[in-house]
């Protein structure tokens, strides 16, 4: 089913765009969370006519885009957000953030889709991030994700945060494998447990047992041999 992402959704798509994702997804979790709503062909239509008005602010030509890739690198765009003691933020600054506060700050709009951020920022810090303006027209933007009610750390510090966090990634992605790893040696383990038993059953059958499933197979040999209306032996 189609629907029209109400937010950035990392690895689906960006607010505003209509999507096509699996009925039970959007059930089950897209809806329930105002992550998105139904597409219906009137919310498609009255944001497609967003869409056009929004194109129409962004660069029509080489030379104004040339104009607005000195506007856009003379500055640095702050961001005031939440973040934990380790540079974490509570949440991300998505394309569709980085857009919105482009237009808000310098007053120029860009395509978020032509952002060159492959995924959501979640932690403070500088990020220089490539944005298409026009074709062969390109300009990076400077960010600073700066943790609401305080300042950027020094460089130093903000790398051994960075280092940190990375070592706990790691460290996390580790314990998964591990984890995973001993499922899987546990599952094995089951599967063959329960074939020995099998086995170890089958071998135990009583040798009479063989010796009757023989003698009935003749039993019912013989009786099929026998003429129609023959008394039995």
């Known amino acids: 089913m189609q629907v029209i992402l109400r ?21 089950n979790y897209l809806l329930p969370r105002k992550l ?3 597409a219906t062909p009137g919310k498609v239509a009255e944001l497609r006519k967003h869409e056009e008005k929004r194109a129409r602010q962004e660069a029509q030509s080489f030379d104004q885009a040339q104009e607005i890739v000195n506007r856009l690198e003379s500055a640095e765009i702050r961001f005031d957000v939440p973040a934990g003691e380790t540079g974490t933020l509570f949440g991300s600054v998505t394309a569709t953030d980085v857009a919105e506060h482009v237009w808000t700050d310098l007053r120029v709009r860009i395509d978020r889709r032509k952002l060159d951020l492959p995924e959501s920022i979640k932690r403070i810090g500088r990020y220089q991030v490539p944005v298409e303006l026009f074709p062969d027209v390109t300009a990076t933007l400077r960010l600073a994700i700066v943790p609401e009610g305080g300042e950027l750390p020094p460089e130093e510090e903000l790398e051994a945060l960075d280092q940190a966090a990375a070592q706990e990634e790691a460290a996390a ?5 591990e984890a995973r790893a001993a499922e899987e040696a546990a599952t094995e383990a089951a599967v063959a447990e329960a074939e020995a038993d099998k086995a170890e059953a089958e071998a135990q059958v009583p040798e009479d047992a063989f010796d009757r499933a023989a003698d009935a197979a003749d039993e019912t040999e013989a009786d099929a041999a026998r003429e129609p209306g023959a008394p039995p032996e």
């Open 7 to 27: 937010q950035d959704v990392e690895k689906l798509g960006l607010r505003g765009e209509v999507v096509d994702v699996a009925p039970g997804f959007a059930r």
């Open 173 to 177: 992605a580790a314990e998964a494998e």
């Open 36 to 38: 998105a709503e139904t």
